[in-house]
Every structure is written in structure tokens, then in C-alpha cells.
């Protein structure tokens, strides 16, 4: 158990819909880092958030956002959805920058 | 970002040292490189780290070339639990660029 919580651990949705996805970081860590892991791409960053603030950007679409909260949990929240977002979607923070926790992932089907 | 290769898969034989290699010849000189396994059905591990020197912790070691192109994980005594894929991950500026990982089969 890495200390990192993720819900929902499952999530099936229509093409178009939106939904959140949420991430409880380990206690005390102020940096959480959100990825996408699929068949095709494999596993990328997306974005990152310090103690609120984002911090970095990687490939995240135009269609995603996220946010990091006073409590330092964080949502990723994606719209107008594709079949192609269907994927493993893993939260991940750290106190240090350098070693990063994982989260169990949340499962998102996109039909 | 960085690129990464390694090979799609290794076997070994349970209790046997194992060595995964990884290249990353487009890593910029302040990129530590970053090793994660992800065993089925989990999220990624983390593993070691490391920027020039080589690394030892309780799980691994790490072998970084001096031109720092390329890097081995090496696992001292393989076991049934280790069986997962090992990415190899340079961190710029906080952001891992994983690759596509080796999937590590181990034989009893």
C-alpha cells in the first residue's frame, strides 16, 4: 500500500460525458502527479500540481484539467469524451520530487 | 524529453542475479534516471534513482555508464515476486518519461 488513494477504482461512460477523478495524496506530501496509461501509448505524464499551484505540463489534452485543493487532494477532471480516453489513469505524489508513490489507479472505459 | 530503450522482455531463473539494461543517449545532463517496476494489476514502484554515480538500496543497484547514455538495473537474486515491468524513467524537471518498459519472467 503506497499511502496514495484513488476512487473511483472503476468508471464506464459514454462518449461526450465528463467525469472527475479523484486523488488523496500520501500525509504530508505536497506534490501530486496525475498519468495515462494505455495500450498504444504506454504510460505518460500528464501534469503535476505543488501545494496547489501546477508545476509542470506534459501531454495532457486541452480536454483535461485538474486541480490540487487547500487540502492537497486533487481531481482530474476530463471532458467531452473519446473512446480513445479509455484507459488506466494513476495518481502518483511526492514530498521529495524524486520518489514518486502510485496510486492503485482508476479504470476508465469510455463506450 | 528523453528517450528511452529497453528490451521487451527477460527471463530468469529464480535466485539468479539479473541485469536490465536501458538506453537514454538523448538524457540531458541534469535528468536523474529513475527506475519503476509495475507488477500486474498495481500501480508503478519505485525502484532507485541515481544522477552519475552507481546507487545501491535494499531492493537494487544501479549501474550508470560514465557517458551516461545508457543504465543497468540489476536485481542480485531474482525472485517470483520480482516477475513485472521494470521502466527505466529520466526525470526532467520533475517529469518521468517512461518508456515502454521490460516485462521480467521468472522461473522457479
Known amino acids: 500500500d503506497s499511502g496514495v488513494t484513488q476512487t473511483p477504482k472503476h468508471l464506464i461512460t459514454a462518449t461526450g460525458q465528463r467525469v472527475t477523478l479523484r486523488c488523496s495524496p500520501r500525509s504530508g506530501d505536497l506534490s501530486v502527479y496525475w498519468y495515462q496509461q494505455s495500450l498504444d501509448q504506454g504510460l505518460q505524464f500528464l501534469i503535476q500540481?505543488?501545494?496547489?499551484?501546477?508545476?509542470a505540463k506534459g501531454n495532457i489534452l486541452e480536454r483535461f484539467s485538474a486541480q490540487q485543493f487547500p487540502d492537497l487532494h486533487s481531481e482530474l477532471n476530463l471532458s467531452s469524451l473519446e473512446l480513445g480516453d479509455s484507459a488506466l489513469y494513476f495518481c502518483?505524489?511526492?514530498?521529495?520530487?524524486?520518489?514518486?508513490?502510485f496510486g492503485p489507479g482508476t479504470r476508465l472505459t469510455v463506450l | 524529453d528523453a528517450k528511452t530503450t529497453q528490451p521487451n522482455s527477460m527471463e530468469s531463473n529464480e535466485e539468479e542475479p539479473v541485469h536490465l539494461p536501458c538506453n537514454h543517449s538523448?538524457?540531458?545532463?541534469?535528468?536523474?534516471i529513475h527506475w519503476y517496476r509495475q507488477l500486474p494489476s498495481q500501480g508503478p514502484e519505485y525502484v532507485i534513482h541515481g544522477l552519475t554515480s552507481n546507487v545501491n538500496n535494499r531492493m537494487a543497484s544501479l549501474a550508470i555508464a560514465e557517458d551516461r547514455k545508457s543504465s543497468t538495473l540489476i536485481l542480485h537474486r531474482a525472485t517470483l515476486r520480482d516477475a513485472a515491468v521494470y521502466y527505466c524513467?529520466?526525470?526532467?524537471?520533475?517529469?518521468?518519461?517512461f518508456g515502454g518498459g521490460t516485462r521480467l519472467m521468472v522461473k522457479p
Open positions: 500540481y505543488y501545494n496547489g499551484e501546477e508545476r
Open positions: 524513467a529520466p526525470n526532467a524537471g520533475n517529469m518521468l518519461t
Open positions: 502518483a505524489s511526492s514530498a521529495s520530487g524524486n520518489e514518486q508513490f
Open positions: 538523448t538524457i540531458s545532463g541534469t535528468d536523474y
